[in-house]
């Protein structure tokens, strides 16, 4: 498997709360991505990065902010968490230059907003 | 924009029953595609990749598809099986330029009875 550790795992939040997810990779890859997982709407991205400091939004950027000051680290962000933010978080991280552009995946963080 | 659709939301098969798993996508230029898997309570994987070359992909545990340019159509196939291959599966679509975008698809639940 590819070296990518999510944190927290798991956390419960309340409304209105500030959260940050972390994703740290070891592999030197210059793409990371923060992807959201609900039923019925599969995968969808929500911000992803192309190198340090540089990011960009993706289809379901609201509400979100991401940070990248290091290769390694992908920071996830969530300004005042709302109920319809509850979703498990996977990121992902790629490299152009080999492997043919597969992405490989974290092992998630189940968030929960109450 | 790309698109991808996965027509069948849950699949339940017997052990040993042959699988066909749908994905039509939609984008006017040259794709990689790709179709990940995700056992429960886990990360996705990926099963096979197309990027050119042969239509019919073969990936790993008996897993193939096949590309139809024609059809903008990528499904997955199998031809016997197995309890263990119960898990979700995403079909997704990358543009080949450099951009490295992956759009999903909502994904299919497989169940396989024993």
């Known amino acids: 498997d590819a070296g990518i550790t999510q944190s927290p795992r798991h956390k419960v939040t309340e409304t209105g709360t500030p959260v940050t997810l972390r994703c740290h990779q070891t592999e030197n890859h210059r793409y990371m991505y923060w992807y959201r997982q609900d039923p019925g709407h599969g995968l969808r991205l929500i911000h992803y990065s192309y190198g340090v400091k540089d990011t960009d939004k993706g289809e379901v950027s609201d509400g979100y902010s991401v940070s990248r000051s290091k290769t390694e680290d992908f920071l996830l962000t969530l300004e005042s968490a709302t109920s319809s933010q509850t979703s498990v978080y996977f990121c992902?991280?790629?490299?152009?230059?080999?492997?043919?552009?597969?992405?490989?995946f974290g092992p998630g963080t189940r968030l929960t907003v109450l | 924009a790309q698109s991808v659709s996965q027509h069948n939301h849950h699949v339940i098969l017997s052990e040993a029953a042959s699988l066909e798993l749908g994905c039509n996508y939609s984008y006017g230029g040259t794709v990689n595609l790709f179709w990940y898997v995700q056992y429960p309570g886990q990360h996705l994987q990926l099963l096979l990749k197309y990027f050119s070359g042969d239509p019919l992909v073969k990936g790993i545990k008996g897993f193939e598809a096949e590309f139809i340019k024609s059809k903008f159509s990528f499904n997955l196939r199998k031809p016997s099986v197995q309890w263990s291959d119960t898990a979700e599966y995403f079909c997704?679509?990358?543009?080949?330029?450099?951009?490295?975008?992956?759009?999903f698809g909502t994904g299919t639940k497989l169940q396989v009875i024993p």
């Open positions: 992902a991280i790629s490299e152009p230059s080999g492997r043919q552009n597969e992405q490989f």
């Open positions: 997704a679509v990358k543009n080949s330029g450099g951009y490295q975008k992956v759009t």
